[in-house]
């Protein structure tokens, strides 16, 4: 059983900035992928960015100036840093870890940019 817990999710005004953490527990192959997932209610999931044990991350294209995935493999947690934010950015931010046991979900942290 895999179990990933985050935080940091808030309440931040427009060009502000949030780091969400993500830590993952239990049984967890040695090789997986890490990253984050948003979701806006009415609209489909969107991919965040997503990093591997190498330290390759990946980015949706209009992020990716402003986030910046990170990884503690020793401690199995990953971040998102996330600067100048919008109200757009607005949604519940879910973490995810993609092994070859399977595909495992946090239960989201809410992420609210407004003045």
């Known amino acids: 059983q895999v179990q990933l817990v985050e935080s940091g999710g808030g309440l931040v005004q427009p060009g502000g900035s949030l780091r969400l953490s993500c830590a993952a527990s239990?049984?967890?192959?040695?090789?997986?992928?890490m990253g984050w997932y948003r979701k806006v209610p009415g609209k489909s999931r969107e991919f965040v960015a997503s990093?591997?044990?190498?330290?390759?991350?990946n980015y949706a294209n209009s992020l990716k100036d402003r986030f910046t995935i990170s990884r503690d493999s020793a401690n199995r947690t990953v971040y998102l840093q996330m600067n100048s934010l919008k109200p757009d950015d607005t949604a519940v931010y879910y973490c995810?870890?993609?092994?070859?046991?399977?595909?495992?979900w946090g239960q989201g942290t809410q992420v609210t940019v407004s003045s």
């Open positions: 995810y870890l993609n092994s070859g046991g399977g595909i495992y």
């Open positions: 239990g049984s967890i192959f040695s090789e997986f992928v």
């Open positions: 990093i591997n044990g190498f330290g390759s991350a």
